[in-house]
Nanobody, 125 residues
Framework: QAQLVESGGGLVRAGGSLRLSCAVSLYPFNNYAMGWFRQAPGKEREFVGVVNWSGKRTRYGDSVAGRFTISRDNDMHAVDLQMNKLKPEDTAIYYC??????????????????WGQGTQVTVSS
């Protein structure tokens, strides 16, 4: 059974950094592109970024481009989200997700079949 488990969330001051990790039980893992999404209270789920199956191609949402970086380790079945220069508006629950379209860089959440439970990120001003 597929399982995605996020970790690394927490409270950080504006301008600080956090690194989220997602441990993934999907086989074969390198068939899947891995995305990160977030949802703030009262707002729709927002695309953060995606990495393709090989880790060589990425795509980011406009609000995080240049500050966030996605990477993956296919041997460890893990995908990370490094978040720098955090802003209060980055406060949300962050979810990792998997799509079987391994070379896609999909922004649409409906393209993703598997989701984690989420991890809370809170950025104080």
């Amino acid at each position: 059974q597929a399982q995605l488990v996020e970790s690394g969330g927490g409270l950080v001051r504006a301008g600080g950094s956090l690194r989220l990790s997602c441990a993934v039980s999907l086989y074969p893992f390198n068939n899947y592109a891995m995305g990160w999404f977030r949802q703030a209270p009262g707002k729709e789920r927002e695309f953060v970024g995606v990495v393709n199956w090989s880790g060589k191609r990425t795509r980011y949402g406009d609000s995080v481009a240049g500050r966030f970086t996605i990477s993956r380790d296919n041997d460890m079945h893990a995908v990370d989200l490094q978040m720098n220069k955090l802003k209060p508006e980055d406060t949300a629950i962050y979810y990792c997700a998997a799509t079987p379209w391994g070379d896609s860089l999909d922004r649409q959440d409906y393209e993703y079949n598997y989701w984690g439970q989420g991890t809370q990120v809170t950025v104080s001003s």
